[in-house]
């Protein structure tokens, strides 16, 4: 049976492939933006654990989650809680984002904002410097090791910041292999979507104090933001527990209140 991860992943391979846009004139304009606001930096500024906060209206796994939030609104709110970073889904089919919602919460805000899409080909990486992200996702479960390279080598030529999630030590060793400077481990298995709330603490002891690290996924409150500070990441990115809450404002600045400094 086809995978959550394999349903997604088919289809923008599909989309990629039917592309017909010129990629050279697609890299010179994403080359020609405005700079970036430095989303790796806005993570490791020594102030305790970072917060990545998420704009996410649904997932393939739990279904919808907040189908009509207004992602102007729910951005301020989250900057307000001193998030130092938001995480925006473009993906359309399968969790109701959209380029826009990227575009209009990071023009209300003045943090660094990732797009969280599953980058499959350079044309994905030039769309999401010319919608205005400061960062871009490469899962290494998504993608051969030379993909991965390619793409990371990419992002740099465009200065637009790369975070590589992984899942396990070994796609951690494929991330540094690539030159990965800021890792994602994620506690969800792309496979089942199950959470494994292990997972991070076993795999950060992979990665090197030089690379910033983040834990994603299973991240419910303050608690568990404290034991991933304190087993060696600099940051967690959250969704699901922010956008159901009733107070986001109040519930980024409990998760940024946790955990060990830098």
Do not use: W
């Not at 790369?162 to 969800?188: I, T």
């Amino acid at each position: 049976m086809p995978t959550y991860l394999d349903k997604i992943l088919a289809a923008h391979r599909a989309a990629a492939a039917a592309d017909r846009r010129d990629l050279e004139g697609l890299l010179a304009e994403a080359a020609a933006g405005a700079p970036t606001r430095g989303f790796t930096a806005a993570l490791s500024n020594g102030e305790g654990l970072a917060v990545i906060a998420e704009v996410k209206r649904r997932s393939p796994s739990k279904g919808n989650l907040a189908v009509d939030l207004d992602p102007v609104g729910l951005a301020g709110r989250y900057e307000r809680g001193g998030a130092a970073c938001l995480s925006v889904l473009t993906d359309a089919e399968f969790f109701g984002g959209s380029p826009d919602d990227l575009r209009t919460a990071r023009d209300r805000v003045g943090i660094p904002v990732l797009r969280k899409d599953f980058t499959v080909a350079p044309a994905d990486v030039a769309d999401a410097r010319i919608m205005g992200a400061d960062a871009v996702l490469l899962i290494a479960a998504a993608l051969s090791p030379t993909e991965l390279a390619d793409l990371l080598g990419l992002s740099r030529r465009l200065a637009i910041d790369a975070l590589v999630e992984v899942h396990d030590e070994a796609e951690a060793e494929v991330a540094l292999a690539a030159g990965a400077s800021l890792v994602g481990v994620n506690q969800r298995d792309l496979v089942t979507f199950e959470v494994d709330t292990a997972r991070a603490e076993r795999v950060v002891k992979a990665l090197p104090e030089s690379v910033v690290r983040v834990a994603e996924s299973g991240i419910r409150n303050a608690t568990d933001a404290g034991r991933l500070a304190d087993a060696g990441f600099d940051a967690v990115l959250v969704g699901e527990s922010l956008v159901t809450s009733p107070d986001p404002s109040a519930a980024v600045a409990a998760l940024k209140g946790t955990g060990r400094a830098h």
